[in-house]
């Protein structure tokens, strides 16, 4: 009998050590969530730069309107962004129009390129496609311009149709949704996911808003604002924009008087 309370004492101890234990290890903290960041606030351009010699754009009752007299421009970020979620509204005119999302994207004097996330209000239905602007254009989604053959690129035609629908508003505001995160690639379009791949030429860059080059034609933008997750590297430089290293000249040798009687 004593044997068995002994037994049941030290289950019991046991049992309450343990608890204790379990009770004293502290619960996994749980990560921040990520602030949003407005990129415009709504009265100034502030942070925003164009880099071309034409276009004009300003701040409209809480709204960024691009106009141009010329042709096709981009209003770029100051800043580059490397792993983000960003958001933003877009209005595109009545008639002849096209615009676009460039993110991760470069620029120079009076060009940009990079990623482009599409605004299509044509019966083509391409909005929320991804276009490599002054490279590969329609590379993957759809996959246009790449592929091994025309009923391949039929095929990834017609599965992005499947994918987008009828997610964009004509006459509307859009709401787009870009999402970067090492090589994955992510755009939505009014909640409806149309691209989501992977890619990694560019692991960063900066955000521009295109203007198509419509005369006359203002192109409205409005709740621009980003999840910053990665910071960008500052001493980031693409592989095509560094600087080949210097051939070193062949020292030439001095010849002796030896060296001239030989």
């Not at 004009?56 to 792993?83: I, M, N, P, R, W």
């Not at 990834?156 to 994918?163: C, D, E, P, Y």
């Amino acid at each position: 009998m004593l044997k068995s309370r002994v037994i049941v004492m030290i289950g019991v101890l046991t049992a309450i050590l343990m608890t204790g234990a379990v009770a004293t290890v502290p619960k996994a903290a749980k990560a921040p969530p990520v602030k949003w960041t407005s990129l415009f606030d709504g009265k100034t351009l502030k942070g925003w730069t164009n880099p071309y010699a034409w276009g004009k754009a300003a701040a409209v009752d809480g709204e960024v309107h691009l106009t141009t007299t010329k042709s096709k421009f981009f209003l770029v970020t100051a800043k580059q962004y490397k792993d983000f979620v960003f958001e933003a509204d877009v209005k595109l005119p009545a008639g002849k129009s096209n615009s676009g999302f460039m993110f991760r994207c470069r620029q120079r004097p009076n060009k940009v390129w990079g990623y482009q996330a599409e605004v299509d209000p044509t019966a083509r239905k391409w909005s929320g496609g991804l276009y490599d602007e002054g490279r590969r254009k329609w590379f993957i989604s759809p996959n246009r311009d790449k592929a091994k053959s025309k009923a391949a690129a039929a095929a990834s035609i017609a599965a992005f149709r499947k994918r987008a629908g009828d997610c964009f508003k004509r006459d509307d505001w859009n709401t787009y949704r870009i999402e970067c995160r090492g090589d994955s690639l992510k755009i939505s379009v009014n909640g409806v996911v149309t691209t989501d791949v992977k890619d990694s030429v560019d692991p960063q860059g900066f955000i521009a808003l295109q203007h198509h080059g419509e005369k006359g034609q203002v192109y409205r933008f409005r709740n621009i604002r980003i999840q910053e997750i990665t910071p960008a590297d500052p001493k980031y430089v693409p592989l095509e924009e560094k600087k080949p290293p210097r051939k070193k000249k062949p020292v030439r040798k001095t010849r002796t008087k030896a060296d001239k009687t030989k």
